[in-house]
């Protein structure tokens, strides 16, 4: 499995862009990199996910390198409720079983 | 959207007893579910991939005889620790793995103390 390397933890003033980095330099060609985050206490919420493209929803964008060897993860309005641990996954969907790696991820922390 | 629950959320119990934990698909069928182990300030780290109608797969250094794991249904998996100790004290989530779409779907938890 591709591995990950996020910060351990990044700060974000209210209402402005929360840019939450990822590098997975040895990910594969057939490896999505998903993100999901958990809020304390809470079982991991699902946010996005993507091949080589970039991809928006309504939670977030993500911004994948052409080298796909990095990417970042937008909040664009950080508000207090998206403080959590944040988590990139580089994962192959076809082979889902035991390959959700959850690496220390980064935890952010929005401010009033 | 996929929704997974668990039951308990919490629960206390005392050295030495047996505790359940249910995992459930309510509106999807799941294969296969697994179930993580998250200690204070740590990540998660996967216990057990437990796949409908089969023995569960468990991960190097978890005991199978301890963490008793039982998939009756596409929809419920459950996790028994037996004999607990307070080093079981943890979060325990579990996942279902949604058909086709081989996404995972994560329940809310359950806070384990053994006292």
């Known amino acids: 499995d591709a591995k990950t390397t996020q910060p351990p933890s990044m700060d974000c003033a209210e209402g402005r862009a929360a840019n939450l980095p990822c590098n997975h330099s040895?990910?594969?060609?057939?490896?999505?990199v998903y993100w999901y985050r958990q809020i304390h206490s809470q079982g991991p919420q699902y946010i996005i996910h993507g091949l080589k493209n970039n991809e928006t929803n309504e939670m977030a964008s993500l911004i994948i390198t052409e080298d796909r060897k990095s990417s970042t993860l937008i909040l664009p309005h950080a508000t207090l409720r998206d403080t959590a641990v944040y988590y990139c996954?580089?994962?192959?969907?076809?082979?889902?079983?035991?390959?959700?790696?959850f690496g220390t991820g980064t935890r952010l922390t929005v401010i009033p | 959207g996929a929704v997974v629950s668990q039951h308990p959320s919490w629960v206390i119990c005392k050295s030495g007893t047996s505790v359940k934990i249910e995992c459930r698909s309510l509106d999807f069928q799941a294969t296969t579910m697994f179930w993580y182990r998250q200690f204070p300030k740590q990540s998660l780290m996967l216990m057990a991939t437990?796949?409908?109608?089969?023995?569960?797969?468990?991960e190097q250094g978890v005991e199978k005889d301890k963490f008793l794991i039982n998939h009756a249904s596409l929809t419920l998996s459950t996790l028994t620790v037996t004999s607990a100790h307070p080093e079981d004290s943890s979060f325990y989530i579990c996942?279902?793995?949604?058909?086709?779409?081989?996404?995972?779907?994560f329940g809310p938890g359950t806070r384990l103390t053994v006292t």
């Open positions: 996942s279902a793995l949604a058909g086709t779409s081989y996404e995972q779907y």
């Open positions: 437990s796949n409908e109608g089969s023995k569960a797969t468990y």
């Open positions: 040895t990910i594969s060609g057939n490896e999505y």
């Open positions: 996954i580089v994962r192959s969907p076809q082979t889902g079983a035991n390959n959700l790696f």
